[in-house]
């Protein structure tokens, strides 16, 4: 007889979730056998209305005046003693505006990745294929996150890797993982050049988690055939002192070098807050500031510099344990005229409202 129950990511409250990994679905266990289901939908109004009903620089909930569903994937895992796989295809308007590069069906694969045990008293695993990026204090499950709007951060750092991972626990307060990979967010490779990140997880105690993450690789391609090594790093902290406050924080800085021409940075920094009323209610708050200045990684209109600051305030509401609604509005600003209109005109401030509803299982 086969055995189903539940297995939670409520059982881990007694150490912070880190919500950088994709690894918080509650699942049904089978014997070796683990399936969850995930399903965001929302409805965004943006006031600049941009042209074609989409939010340029964003790939999160981005539609404008629609009800849509921003991501929908099913969530199945393989685990024994010595060997592990996951298989999670995705659907939604954040597949569509995040994997636009990929050919054929490699647009649908969220994860897809085999792993094996490497010593037998060890817990330290190689795993292969797609896998969930650890970068930024964000991923793209919006339920893991004290908004849900995604901050700038994550919006412009790969969601996605592609390649192999080696994880290594370290000691009781450090884990590291090491990656060598096709290149920054693709599962096609652009030049056949490899890349490489590495990632440290300190937990100092059961209510703070800090992460410092790096990548190394060059980026050229066809599509921006000037561009060679690319550098980048980010550090984020993760703070859940009790039931009634919780915080998070992140910060990085890129450099990208050009086969001609000086090279250009980047960076970014946020805060984002929760107070929780009761069980059922809270609220959150983020300030953030993005600075890309060459456009290494936003194209603006007319070559204007990527400078921008904002705020926003999201209402969320436990409709039970494993389904969630949100209103978040959101405030973005810059000293550039970078966002579009109906009209084909572009202003310097964009505010968004959007509405959420979420479920897990």
């Not at 690894?23 to 266990?29: A, K, N, P, R, V």
């Not at 405030?331 to 572009?346: A, H, M, W």
Request: net charge positive; glycine share 6%; proline share 4%.
């Amino acid at each position: 007889m086969v055995s189903v129950f539940l297995v939670s990511i409520a059982a881990a409250d007694a150490q912070v979730i880190n919500t950088a990994t994709m690894d918080t679905l509650e699942t049904t266990l089978i014997g070796h056998l683990a399936i969850g289901g995930y399903l965001d939908t929302y409805y965004g109004y943006y006031f600049n209305k941009p042209r074609g009903r989409k939010q340029p620089y964003a790939v999160s909930s981005a539609q404008h005046n629609e009800f849509n569903i921003n991501l929908a994937y099913l969530d199945v895992r393989y685990r024994s003693s010595k060997f592990r796989a996951r298989f999670v295809p995705g659907f939604g308007t954040y597949m569509n505006a995040n994997y636009a590069s990929e050919p054929g069906t490699l647009k649908n694969l969220v994860e897809a990745n085999v792993g094996v045990k490497l010593f037998p008293n060890k817990n330290i695993w190689l795993d292969a294929g797609v896998l969930g990026s650890p970068f930024t204090n964000e991923s793209a499950i919006s339920k893991d996150h004290l908004m849900y709007s995604r901050s700038l951060a994550p919006e412009n750092v790969p969601y996605y890797l592609s390649g192999v991972k080696l994880f290594i626990p370290i000691s009781s307060k450090f884990t590291g993982q090491a990656y060598l990979l096709n290149g920054w967010q693709q599962i096609d490779d652009k030049n056949e050049k490899k890349s490489v990140a590495t990632q440290l997880e300190f937990r100092p105690n059961s209510k703070m988690l800090w992460n410092w993450n790096v990548y190394f690789g060059d980026e050229r391609s066809d599509v921006n055939p000037t561009y060679r090594q690319r550098l980048f790093s980010d550090i984020f902290w993760i703070y859940k002192p009790g039931k009634k406050f919780d915080a998070t924080s992140c910060i990085y800085f890129g450099q990208q070098e050009f086969v001609n021409g000086p090279t250009a940075n980047w960076w970014q920094g946020n805060f984002i807050a929760r107070y929780s009323f009761d069980e059922k209610f809270s609220l959150s708050g983020r300030l953030e500031i993005l600075k890309d200045k060459n456009n290494v990684l936003l194209i603006t209109p007319v070559n204007s510099p990527y400078e921008v600051i904002g705020w926003g305030v999201c209402l969320n509401v436990a409709v039970s344990h494993n389904a969630l609604f949100r209103l978040d509005a959101r405030q973005l600003s810059s000293d550039y005229s970078i966002f579009e209109t109906s009209d084909n005109k572009y202003i310097k401030n964009s505010f968004s409202t959007l509405a959420s509803l979420t479920a897990w299982f």
